[in-house]
């Protein structure tokens, strides 16, 4: 590998964490927004326009507490908790297509971290290994309440593993790829997943809901019954990066979700619109430009997910424990094997017809 | 030394003295998260090795869905320190005798392999990438794969059955 394309990776990298964080920060002052908005009051309004400086206002107020570590805690794993649960939740990042290619002097750049063959199983893992931040940090907490809300994180985490993994299925059997760029080009045209897998879908925001503890499946934080659940005994920037953390799981989510089902950086009249671009602005320009409008609307779709997210949590009360498991293994696993059956079926039998009658 | 062969050996420096602090570190949690260590670094050199099907699915389904239970057994056991009385000479004898064995069956079959040598005009690098591990295990190898299957659905069923509140037990 050559410098300059070390380089050129080096930028992409940090360019997607940066965004990824900045759009984290900014989630945290829009879910209060949004919060004010649903209940009928302004929410954050003093520090800057609009509250826009809120969070720079918070981030500082953490970071100057007092670090406290309880006496009987597990130093070094107390340490390691939230470190794991940023670490995790800042990986998934690194394989999302935010847009096709930059053409700069006649050299095509993916604005992609990396493309990788398996793209879709990396973030699998990645999301899979995200437990392990509020586990450890539960127990070493030395506290019960800690202890329980991280049994219940993995507990859930892990069913919901199950039906998210059987609901991608499907959508791999369609595109036969497990690369995220591979899935977005197929979707060119209006060919989104959506239309084909409606059933795939909702199982997998359901448990992508379940997958970063958000209402209505955040038992692991349930004040009534667990004080605060894992993060009890946790103050100043360690509780902020797993409270940080759970909004970065949510936008890395929203954006997987757009990428799977909605087509990512496609749109409706995109080869229209490049064609014009193209034709008036040159070959290079104009393909940047195209780019640049794909990236802003992926983005618009990534954000849509996570305003959704914080719709629902001021809209639907929280689950019971039981009803949660009940959910995930007796209904969302079955519902999702039935889609892959249903899948199969119309891939090996319905598509050969269709495809020989419009032809 | 090229970058590949050094990062072998640093990687390797790390899987060996990531299993051995599972083995030597007194309590249980900071073996469990060794474990994983380990696992990470198994990852590593296969996707040095280029085969990155595995190396994602190592990390999937060991250290994202195996390792979480156990993490979950042992912090509900709330092991202490002082509470070893199961490790009395006798299991540390036998224990010895076991892992002596074990270390001289694995040498002994170490130094009868014998490793192919290969071509590297030939050499097929994109042998372990997914593409090439689909065609192979469902033309070449179907019916192992789909006994393998069938094992893992009896498994799951036993499960299941084992699980299954019975009629009349009392549940809260």
Known sequence: MDLVEFLVKTVTIVAVFGLTLVIAMYSTWAERKVAGFIQDRSGPNRAGWGGLLQPLADAGKMFFKEDFIPALANKWLFIAGPSLAMLTALLASAVIPFGSTFRIAGHEVPLQGVESNIGILYVFGVVALGVYGIMVGGWASNNKFSLLGAIRAASQNISYEVAMGLSLIAILMM??????????????????NIFYQPLGFIIFITCSFAECNRVPFDLPECETELVGGYHTEYGSMKLGFYLFAEYINMFISSAIISVLYFGGYNYPGMDFVYAQLVK????????????????????????FFVFFYMWVRWT?????????????WKKLIPLAIFNIIITGAAVLFLKPVITAWLN | MNSAVSFFYFLSFLTILSAVMVVVSRNPIHSVLYLILTFFTLSGHYILLNAQFLAAVNIIVYAGAIMVLFLF?????????DQEESKTNLTKIAATIVGGTVFVILFGAYRKTAIEPFNPQTYDSQIGMIESLGHMLFRDY????????????????????LGKREIGERHF
């Open chain 1, 175 to 192: 595109s036969s790829s497990l690369s995220l760029g591979e899935i977005v080009a197929q979707q060119h045209g209006m060919n989104w």
């Open chain 1, 280 to 303: 008036a602005l040159g070959s290079e320009t104009g393909h940047n430009i195209a780019t640049l409008i794909g990236t802003a609307v992926f983005f618009g779709k990534a954000l």
């Open chain 1, 316 to 328: 639907i009360p929280r689950f019971r424990y039981d009803q949660l498991m009940n959910l995930g």
């Open chain 2, 73 to 81: 057994v042992i912090m509900f056991l709330n092991m202490k320190q």
């Open chain 2, 142 to 161: 179907l019916l192992p794969f789909e006994l393998a299957s069938i094992l893992l659905l009896v498994a799951m069923v036993g499960a299941v059955l």
